[in-house]
């Protein structure tokens, strides 16, 4: 079974203050993304990965960075938490070695992020 | 038109009947469908994928894809209790990794 796990289940931050969420995969996948997920606005793609080092911007990306330097490891940076950050973050992996699961996309537990 | 639309109901359904969820999709989306469930305060979980025409089943659920009219449902036989949750749809971008995610659809089981 693929594993997606995330650094932390709840975190509390400051306005201003920069932010780290880490997300590892044990499947050797490619593709890996950040979603955010609001009450009404559903799931929004914040970055993806589709190899180490590569990354593409998703439909809002702004205030955010990501960091790839490992096939199993995405980050997801805000640079400097702002109150309209606060929210939950879900982590998927994606790349499944046979043809047919190669689109499948796992998610993570999700961090819950509440900035002050 | 949105890329893809779901109900976002809620949809109440009597435990041990066969709760139906729909989703429409626009022509920006590949032929690759995924159906997650979403239980309240926790992520989205895969449960079904279907790539071609035709229904596909698994257990209780059964997947239906029909391209000539752009929609692709999600049936539960004898639903549960343990069944209450969002149900989103998510076609696959096409020419791309990304999936669509459709806002979702609550569905409740009523014991």
């Known amino acids: 079974d693929v594993k997606v796990t995330q650094s932390s289940r709840y975190l509390v931050k400051r306005t201003g203050e920069k932010v780290f969420l880490e997300c590892v995969q044990d499947m050797d996948h490619e593709n890996m993304f950040w979603y955010r997920q609001d009450p009404g606005l559903g799931l929004r793609l914040i970055y993806f990965s589709y190899d180490v080092k590569m990354k593409e911007k998703g439909d809002i990306p702004e205030g955010y960075s990501v960091s790839r330097e490992k096939k199993e490891r995405f980050s997801l940076i805000l640079e400097s938490a702002s109150t309209n950050q606060t929210s939950m973050y879900l982590c998927?992996?994606?790349?499944?070695?046979?043809?047919?699961?190669?689109?499948?996309?796992?998610f993570g537990p999700g961090t819950r992020l509440t900035v002050l | 038109q949105k890329e893809v639309e779901q109900n976002s109901g809620p949809l109440s359904v009597p435990e041990g009947a066969i709760a139906s969820l729909n989703c429409t999709y626009s022509?920006?989306?590949?032929?690759?469908f995924f159906w997650y469930r979403q239980y309240s305060g926790k992520s989205p979980e895969l449960i079904m994928s279907?790539?071609?025409?035709g229904d596909k089943e698994d257990g209780r659920f059964t997947a239906q894809l029909n391209k000539a009219s752009q929609y692709v449902s999600l049936l539960i036989r004898d639903s549960q209790p343990s069944d209450s949750a969002t149900y989103l749809c998510a076609p696959r971008m096409d020419s791309s990794y990304k999936l669509i995610f459709g806002s979702g659809t609550r569905l409740l089981v009523r014991p």
């Open positions: 022509d920006r989306v590949s032929q690759s």
């Open positions: 998927a992996s994606q790349g499944g070695r046979r043809l047919a699961e190669y689109n499948e996309q796992f």
């Open positions: 279907i790539y071609s025409n």
